[in-house]
Each structure stands twice: as C-alpha cells, then as structure tokens.
C-alpha cells in the first residue's frame, strides 16, 4: 500500500475553481489505480472520479462530469483532481484513494481501495 497525503482544499464561491493534490510514497503507486471520493456531513463516502496506472482511463461520477477532471503525474507520485464550476453541492471531504491491487480498472466501491488519506476539506459558498 501507499500513504496519502491531500492538499489544496478550501473555501471558494459557487462557480469557482480548486485543484486537490495526492501526493502518494512508493514506486508501487504508478501500478495503481487512484481515486478520488467525498464525504459530506451525514452521508455516505461516494466515488467522485478515478484513473488507471498509466492514464489510459479515467471515469467520473455524473454529478461531476465535465466540471472536474482527474490527472496523474507518475514521475512526481501524484495524482490531481481539477475542479471548476464548482456548486454548493460540491462541499464535502475529499479523499484520495489507492486500489487494493496493482493494475486494476476503475471502480467505485470504497472496499475496492486499500489506501486512504486522511481528506481535505472543500467548502462552496453560494
């Protein structure tokens, strides 16, 4: 496994940008696929975008199609979530996520990821 480390969150306007940063240990993490998932205040933990080792795929969520988009940089053990047009809906805890095994697809079950950052936090004002 890899240990996570979240960076980039905050408080923006509706409408605004951010862009979350993962930066992940090991040279096990171009093997792998990442994730992204949030949290809001009494809900469950759900899936927000993923990409496989070499980028080759990505997959979102619908909620956030076409405003966010998830990178990596396998060089600099990193992966990005750039988000634009951001919505009140949009405010949760974000976490970065590292599949249990080496060169899987992109899923969206939290049990398939074995790694977890400790999140951080996007606030949208309206």
């Known amino acids: 496994q890899v240990q996570l480390v979240e960076s980039g969150g905050g408080l923006v306007q509706a409408g605004g940008s951010l862009r979350l940063s993962c930066a992940a240990s090991g040279r096990i993490f171009r093997s792998l696929t990442m994730a992204w998932f949030r949290q809001a205040p009494g809900k469950e933990r759900q899936f927000v975008a993923g990409i496989v080792p070499y980028s080759v795929s990505t997959d979102y969520a619908d909620s956030v199609e076409s405003r966010f988009n998830i990178t990596r940089d396998n060089a600099k053990n990193t992966v990005y979530l750039q988000m634009n047009s951001l919505k009140p809906e949009d405010t949760a805890i974000y976490y970065c996520?590292?599949?249990?095994?080496?060169?899987?697809?992109?899923?969206?079950?939290?049990?398939?990821?074995?790694?977890w950052g400790k999140g951080t936090q996007v606030t949208v004002s309206s």
């Open positions: 996520a590292g599949h249990i095994k080496p060169y899987r697809e992109v899923t969206r079950t939290t049990t398939d990821f074995g790694s």
